[in-house]
């Protein structure tokens, strides 16, 4: 099964990130990407930027464009990862993150493909 962990966080984890030391929390992130690349599990990963963001909502046909990442949420979307494993795994790992001490990581399997036409 292929999960998504999504890494979610707000001013308050960033600084308390920045706080433990960022090499720390590089350190995290190289070992889980190390690990699961040498397993095969990992199928992607990134962090997300807020730079450029913008929200698109279409109503009455007409699209509705505002700059920001922000829909009705405390937390951005800062990162992924992408597995393919046991949603233990998958749970296990997320909460290997520095983030989850500090934000939530929410794990997600991915639905079936769209089938095509």
């Not at 190289?30 to 690990?35: P, Q, T, Y």
């Not at 795994?89 to 909460?95: F, G, I, S």
């Amino acid at each position: 099964m292929k999960y998504m962990l999504l890494i979610y966080g707000n001013a308050d984890t960033w600084k308390a990130l920045d706080a433990e030391g960022m090499d720390a929390v590089y350190a995290a992130h190289r070992a889980v990407l190390d690990e699961t690349r040498a397993s095969g599990e990992l199928l992607g990963a990134d962090g997300l930027t807020t730079q450029n963001a913008r929200v698109v909502q279409v109503s009455d046909g007409v699209p509705a464009v505002t700059d920001g990442p922000f829909t009705e949420s405390k937390e951005v979307l800062a990162g992924y990862y992408l597995f393919e494993c046991s949603l233990e795994r998958a749970t296990e790992l997320a909460a290997r993150l520095p983030e989850a001490r500090y934000s939530p990581i929410e794990v997600r399997a991915l639905t079936d493909p769209i089938p095509e036409s």
